[in-house]
């Protein structure tokens, strides 16, 4: 009631209900009764006078009204794929099983970013995401081609007198960051997609990491975008009325199927680029380069990165190099564990650690 514009006027005994007032845009006054104790013999009917005095005065239908009431705690993520092809709103049972897959990797995305925004998210997700992503509640379809709805619940605010509203957001709780995070990244996804194709350049979507955008989330889009009968693909936000969101952020996107391919290069790119944590590299030995008197040597691997044979550089302590030439000398596979990156057409194997050579294979 509170969040809809009306005012508590009068407070009816301690436990028994109160009087709220709303004035519409017309002038027109409304008032209601807010019974509080449901072993009233009235209770139902003073719920049902409720009920059709806030559908005159919000003009909109009671069942709209009680599945907003259901839903107060909680924003409501809605994704719809608006197609001819779903006015009955049915899909295809694999496309479905694909489509409640790529709306969660969309909203574990939005969660990761929530807690740190980087252009690629490896396997292994933050705690405090995947902590997330087990309280968030699949809710009935809704008609409307078809449209596959989620609730994230969201703790009421609970302001102290003297609150500065600047510190507010710092303190939204996670469950509200994360769908914050993720009406911000889908309306910078937009921003970006027109930005590339006027500039011809990744930057749009390199500038847009910093508002949640990464190869995670696009891969989710181009995903959930990607079947095709899908015309548009929709994205809404209902905000629950028991947390206020600032006035100007984004609630609905809109997403052209032409806007996959784009969604993809970036994923891939982003990919291609980032550096990969704990990534285990397994191959043979196929360069040795040390420097007259140093300790470090310069170690080249050739392996399998992402489907594809790469040479990958690995700088060694003088240990760990001598166990390389080993390897190399009688040309057994060799693996180690680091941070893998991309330098130019090069890969470097940053930190590396845990070398193994591979015992030799009797014939």
Known sequence: MRS???????????????????????GEGFEILLPY?????????????LLGTLEVAEERSKPAIVNDLLASTVDVIRIQLQSAAYLDGTVPIEDGVRFFAHARDLLLAAACAAVQPNPVYQPRKPTQATDYMNGVRLAQTERGSYVLTMHSSVPPRLEANGQNSLFREMEEPFERKVTLTLARALAAVRT????AAVSGTLQPFTDAVAHGVSANLCDALAGLGMHE?????VIQVSWAPVRAVPANMPSLVRLNSD?????????RVFRENAPRDDFELRGVVVGLRREEGATMGHVTIAAIVDGNLRKVLVNLESNAYQH???AHRREQPITCSGELVREGRSYLLRNPRNLFVEPEVSP
């Open 324 to 326: 390389a030439i080993e």
């Open 259 to 267: 806007t996959v391919p784009v969604l993809r290069e970036v994923a």
């Open 37 to 49: 104790d449901r072993t009233y013999g009235d209770y139902l009917p003073r719920l049902a006078d």
């Open 192 to 195: 970006a997609t027109e930005g």
């Open 4 to 26: 809809r514009g009306w005012q508590q006027v009068e407070r009816i005994g301690e436990e028994a209900g109160s009087v709220w007032k709303h004035a519409s845009q017309n």
């Open 229 to 233: 009968a899908t015309e548009t693909l």
